[in-house]
């Protein structure tokens, strides 16, 4: 199994930027994809983006544009940039990391709180 350790995260105004990290540690040998979803108050939890070993990323619609994934398999880490944040993208962010050959870790999550 592994284990994910987030950071990043906090309240920022509409337009700004906010960067999100996340580290995989334990048998990340067998990581075969990062990457991160949120889940906004009383609404299900929706993938943002993600990345696999060999640099294919993945945005969702509304992250196309403003969102860049980034992922690093030399040191287990995947990074979310995000410019241009909005109201609607205030939500908890968490961390998704899938192992071959078919498990899936997830992070604590991180807030992320777009406010004026």
């Known amino acids: 199994q592994v284990q994910l350790a987030e950071s990043g995260g906090g309240l920022v105004q509409p337009g700004e930027s906010l960067r999100l990290s996340c580290t995989a540690s334990?048998?990340?040998?067998?990581?075969?994809?990062m990457g991160w979803y949120r889940q906004a108050l009383g609404k299900q939890r929706e993938l943002v983006a993600s990345a696999n070993n060999g640099g294919e990323t993945h945005y969702v619609d509304f992250a196309k544009g403003r969102f860049t994934i980034h992922r690093d398999n030399a040191r287990n880490t995947v990074v979310l940039l995000m410019n241009s944040l909005k109201l609607e993208d205030t939500a908890i962010y968490s961390c998704?990391?899938?192992?071959?050959?078919?498990?899936?870790?997830w992070g604590q999550g991180i807030q992320v709180t777009v406010s004026s």
């Open positions: 998704s990391a899938v192992l071959w050959p078919n498990s899936v870790y």
């Open positions: 334990g048998k990340t040998s067998s990581l075969v994809n």
